[in-house]
């Protein structure tokens, strides 16, 4: 799942390497972050150490989901019904 988290100050990505893919832009009233996270507990990992940073976690928000899984060859698209040849 991808997330962008916005803080107030300066974060160094490479605080959060361990917890997520992350890249951080600077902007004139904090960092946004836009993380890559396997799950809920690397979420909340993630967040923990910028609270641990001193740092005020202004607003989580995801962005994208997991992509969804294409549809099976033998589904038409007529309602999803299953279609026999």
Not at 15 to 27: F, G, H, K, M
Not at 43 to 49: Q, S
Not at 57 to 62: I, M, T
Request: aromatic share 4%.
């Amino acid at each position: 799942m991808i997330y962008e988290i916005r803080v107030d100050g300066r974060v160094d990505p490479s605080d959060l390497a361990d917890y997520a893919t992350v890249t951080a832009r600077i902007q004139q009233a904090g960092t946004v972050l836009t993380c890559a996270v396997a799950d809920a507990a690397a979420l909340t990992g993630m967040i923990a150490v910028l609270a641990d940073l001193g740092l005020t976690v202004r607003y989580v928000l995801e962005v994208a989901a997991e992509s969804p899984a294409p549809p099976s060859p033998s589904t038409s698209q007529n309602g999803g019904q299953t279609t026999s040849a």
